[in-house]
């Protein structure tokens, strides 16, 4: 199977999942437990930063990580996906 650039080196269902749980942190959620599989991919070591410390800019790290096309617009094309 090849990986496309605009799902950031991810299948299709890890993007979506790793996008909604970036955006939950983003909204506050309570408790967010990145999946195994997905723990090395640069958008959830961003996610584990944030958890970690509440820093925000590690979220807009994690959301460019999963929008490497578009770093710029990328929350609006995680709230659009």
Not at 2 to 21: I, M, R, S
Not at 43 to 51: I, K, P, R
Not at 56 to 63: E, I, M, V
Request: negative net charge; aromatic residues 6%.
């Amino acid at each position: 199977m090849v990986l496309l650039p605009e799902y950031a080196g991810l299948e299709p269902q890890d993007w979506h999942a790793l996008k909604d749980l970036v955006l939950g942190a983003a909204y506050g959620a309570g408790e967010i437990s990145i999946p195994p599989r997905l723990r090395s991919h640069p958008a959830a070591q961003h996610l584990q930063s944030f958890l970690t410390s509440r820093d925000k800019k590690h979220l807009d790290k994690a959301a460019e990580a999963l929008c490497p096309l578009h770093p710029d617009t990328a929350w609006l094309a995680l709230m659009k996906s």
